[in-house]
């Protein structure tokens, strides 16, 4: 076992230390010596919007680490719900994934795992190994540290950073505190109001055991959204309207790979070639084929999510020399959607109208149909209803204690549990054959389309009730830490402090699964009897032409029971509510004990300053897995892992002169698979689009981490008071970065009902550390508060930061069998070479205002499933959002807020491309509608 060497080797490290150890990581971040962050603490001295703003440059230029943050009310000011939200103004952050509302996915420099922690604890959601930082609110902060840099003292997961998210604390205040906030924010989409509440009340008293504070912080949001994605569906070969003699084909007939790949291969890298008289082999005939789409599918989306959250702390300071702190944080999350799915199958090539050679239009050098006329084409609609529950929490002790006039100790023991579960119940409801008139780009990536016979599409009468999906996931995890950790500091020399410290987190997850399913009841939709059959309407109202209407099952107005007991006429052993029952996908034990030493010196070069701080962290995991296997009535696998790894860290910070300095980092980091990863078993899903095969996927036990060596160098100019310009450069080199491989297997006998089955062939995707690449970059960042503007003018001010990345990859070529046959280049998932964002910002009397706009290029989102013939990447077009926030100041507590979120109504679309084959225009997918929101509100503090 790992565990034991390192014990000793931290009991070691501590006996050396005598003075013990402090401002741990609970506090990961490494502060400048005391006599110049005193100096540099005294220079900016600002109130209202222009404080946060300079209070955010103020930590970047303390830190021996690069970090940027957002400070104080800054959180709170910007129209902003959740702390990634608030985080998208911040120099190389990106944010994507804005549907409902909001946005969801974060990246620190292209990279999308940073390291999450509360108070510099490590958190998590349920059996995940990171934590939604979305479900924070933007309400319950004080401060957001970003990490681009790394020292042995802060934890050694996440290649992208670390964001660390700090709550008040009743000794922050001076005394009763009282502070709140009320919004009420219009979704447009949606057309709702939800509202957006949050409370602090704080005191604290001194007594004849030392001062004592209370604070207690709430916070709940409520968001109803509507969320609208129209897409065309993927490439597939079709026959010319003249098939030459022999290859069995009629005209415009969809070709199929068939299981084997007996006529063409899908999932090509570059898809199957687009030029005009390009050939596939049939028969042993080459025949020249055409590309079109297989479908088009509108997706309408009504969701409702509730976000209650709360943070107590309790403080006692017996002396000045002591602070003990006990604080719970509770998030959690409540969600329910409704997506009207419309979906119908644009492959048909039977029953085409006479003038078969004028029914269809191709891209102008391509042999890649724009539109076509196609006779009874079958489609169906979907009613999928989903549920999901979350409550985390966090308990925590802390104490911090002054040894002497130059040690500190800091001991911190923090216990979590996250739980999550969910449902999902959708009704499938199909209709008879109609025909279509297609569009696949009808202009800005939208296709158009109508049917023969739309009334069909309202007509309860005329759609069949199809399959039953019945399942649901639980989720839990929890978590033991403690830390310990202590310094010792000297004033002269050149070694300046010793820190050492270890940390003992002992990790458990558990997921569980349901999963049932039932073909289709062969009735109409009107004569279900149970619920009432939903009319979507006005979707895409007035931006594309195409049916805004459609009729399907509604699961939100049934009896699920009731409908369970329907099915069993062709499902006898569908499980009711009070049968149903959880299987065990995984359950993991990580024990996880790491130890550091960190030294500061400091010395002089030219006459100025030259700080210095190096340090190494090892680390050793013990895991112990247990994997249930749901196709083989959940048998157990059990495996035992361990690794250990050192990982050393050095900075430099030399001030040039009073104003400029160079900062240079070096350190090293390491991304952990994620436990559904390490998963051996097979998840399948059925061939639904009749392609030959299933698709399935599977972890990976053998999963190692992944390592990244990391440099940075950084130039920096504090030219005014308030004002500062920067510049980054930054490399990253990843070894053992984890890809998808996929493999072609047969698989009989599986646990897939049939009817959702129609092969016994799957195409698996499983991970593999089978990557190394390169991500490097640089920042530019700006703040400026002119002194010289006139009066009217004064408290204007403008920060601005600008990205600009390079990625490269290399991603193995895998043939049907899973044999590795050379190698490819790709950029990393997720990174725009150029994104950056600029604020406006005003600052006077009762008025604070901001205009914000950020703006990144388009990027590489994932690759599509190897079933298609398009190419595999998904690539997300520009992103962009030019948000509005203005307060008038009552008086010296209370506020009012007007705020406005894209304003420009800009939307999310997708489109295929590997290499230099692809484009928005003839490989179009899909596009996304992007919420506008306004919200007025107030704000008051009364201390």
């Keep these: 076992m790992a565990i034991k060497p390192i014990a000793l080797g931290s009991a070691s490290i501590f006996a050396l230390m005598l003075a013990g150890a402090a401002h741990a990581q609970e506090t990961p971040a ?13 220079d900016i001295v600002v109130t209202g919007v222009r404080a946060s703003i300079v209070g955010a440059l103020n930590v970047r230029k303390q830190s021996t680490q690069i970090v940027d943050s957002i400070v104080s009310e800054d959180v709170g000011k910007l129209p902003d719900n959740n702390v990634v939200e608030a985080l998208q103004r911040v120099t190389g952050i990106q944010v994507t994934d804005r549907a409902g509302g909001e946005a969801a996915t974060i990246s620190i420099r292209g990279l999308t795992d940073p390291l999450t922690t509360l108070n510099g604890r490590n958190i998590f959601t349920a059996a995940g190994t990171s934590f939604a930082l979305q479900d924070i609110s933007a309400n319950l902060v004080k401060q957001i540290d970003v990490y681009k840099t790394r020292s042995a003292d802060q934890l050694e997961n996440g290649l992208a950073g670390q964001i660390d998210v700090q709550t008040r604390r009743p000794l922050d205040f001076d005394g009763f505190t009282i502070s709140g906030l009320a919004r009420g ?116 989306l009504y969701g409702k999510r509730e976000r209650p959250s709360i943070n107590a702390a309790l403080q006692w300071a017996p002396n000045d020399s002591s ?57 169906f609609n979907s009613g999928d209803m989903a549920t999901n529950k979350t409550d985390s929490y966090v308990y925590a002790l802390n104490a911090k204690w002054d040894v002497g006039e130059r040690g500190k100790i800091t001991a911190d ?150 409908i369970r007991q329907l099915y069993r006429a062709v499902a006898p052993g569908l499980l009711l509510s009070d049968e149903m029952t959880f299987g065990h996908v995984f359950g993991i034990n990580e024990t996880n004990l790491a130890a550091y030493i960190v030294a500061d010196g400091e010395a002089e070069i030219f006459g100025r300053p030259l700080q210095v701080q190096g340090g190494v962290r090892f680390v050793a995991i013990d895991t112990l897995y247990d994997y249930f296997d749901r196709g083989n009535d959940f048998a157990r696998t059990t495996v035992s892992t361990g690794s250990q790894k050192f990982l050393p860290s050095f900075t430099a910070r030399y001030n040039i002169t009073d104003n400029l300095r160079i900062r240079f980092n070096y350190g090293e980091t390491l991304r952990r698979p994620a436990f559904g990863d390490l998963n051996p078993n097979l998840a399948l899903g059925g061939d639904l689009s009749r392609v030959g095969f299933g698709t399935g996927s599977s972890g990976n036990p053998n999963l190692r981490a992944t390592h990244s060596k990391n440099i940075d160098l950084a130039l920096e100019w504090y030219f005014e008071r308030n004002s500062a310009i920067y510049a980054t450069l930054f490399q990253r080199k990843i070894d053992g970065l984890v890809v998808p491989l996929t493999v072609r297997e047969f698989i009989p006998d599986n646990y897939l009902p049939r009817n959702e089955t129609y092969t016994e062939y799957f195409n698996i995707t499983r991970p593999e550390n089978a990557s190394n690449g390169t991500l ?102 520009p992103e962009k959002s030019l948000d509005f926030q203005l307060t008038l100041n009552v008086n010296e507590d209370i506020g009012i807020t007007f705020d406005a979120v894209n304003i420009t109504k800009a939307k999310q679309q997708n489109y295929y491309k590997f290499g230099d084959v692809g484009n928005p225009t003839e490989f179009n997918s899909s596009t996304l509608l992007i919420d506008r929101t306004f919200a007025v509100g107030v704000r008051f503090k009364f201390d």
């Design 30 to 42: 490494v502060a400048a010596p005391q006599a110049v962050a005193d100096d540099e603490a005294a």
């Design 185 to 300: 924010v219009y979704s447009e989409l949606a057309d709702k109001f939800n509202p957006n509440v949050a409370l602090l009340v704080s005191d604290r008293w001194e007594t004849g055991i030392g001062d004592i504070g209370f604070l207690i912080n709430g916070s709940y949001t409520k968001a109803q959204f509507r969320n609208q994605n129209l897409q065309a569906g993927a490439m597939i070969p079709f026959a010319t309207e003249n098939p030459p003699e022999g290859s069995g084909l009629t005209p415009l007939q969809r070709i199929f790979p068939g299981a084997i790949n007996e006529n063409w291969t899908p999932g090509l890298d570059a898809g199957l070639p687009t030029a005009p008289g390009s050939t596939l082999n049939i028969n042993g005939v080459e025949t020249p084929y055409y590309l079109s789409r297989d479908a088009v599918i509108a997706s309408d």
């Design 323 to 379: 602070v003990y702190t006990a604080e719970v944080f509770y998030t959690g999350f409540r969600g329910e959607t409704f997506n009207s799915l419309h979906f119908s199958f644009a492959d048909w090539w039977g029953d085409l109208p006479a003038d078969v050679a004028n029914s269809f239009e191709l891209y102008d050098g391509t042999n890649i149909i724009k539109s076509r006329r196609m006779g009874s084409v079958a489609g």
């Design 413 to 562: 023991v923090a216990y979590q549990d996250s739980k999550n579960e969910t449902s999902f119940f959708a009704i499938r409801t199909d209709r008879g054959p109609l025909d279509l008139d297609i569009d696949f780009n009808a202009g800005g990536g939208l296709p158009s389309y109508s049917f023969g016979n739309q009334e069909v599409l309202t007509d309860a009468s005329k759609w069949t009730v199809g399959n039953l999906f019945d399942s649901g996931t639980k989720n839990t995890g929890n978590a033991l830490t403690l830390m310990l950790d202590g310094e010792y500091k000297w004033d002269e020399g050149f070694l300046r402090r010793i820190k050492a410290g270890f940390r003992y987190d002992n990790r458990n997850a558990d997921s569980y699964i349901r999963d049932q399913g039932a073909g289709g009841l062969g009735i109409t939709l009107d004569a279900l009897g149970e619920g009432t059959p939903f009319t979507n309407s006005g979707f895409f109202d007035g931006r594309a032409d195409i049916p805004t209407s459609w009729v399907l099952a509604d699961p939100r107005s049934m009896n699920k029971d009731a």
């Design 776 to 877: 490097k970059g640089v920042e530019l960042g700006l703040t400026y508060f002119p002194s010289y503007l006139p009066t009217f003018l004064d408290g204007l001010g403008f920060t601005g930061s600008a990205t600009i990345l390079d990625s490269e990859q290399t991603i193995p070529v895998v043939n049907n069998a899973g044999e590795i046959t050379g190698t490819a280049k790709s950029a990393f998932f997720g990174v725009s070479k150029l994104s950056y964002n600029a604020t406006l910002a005003y600052d006077k009397g009762p008025v604070g205002a901001r205009l914000s706009y950020i703006w990144r290029k388009g990027f590489l989102n994932n690759n599509e499933a190897r079933a298609f013939a398009n190419p595999i990447g998904m690539w997300r077009a």
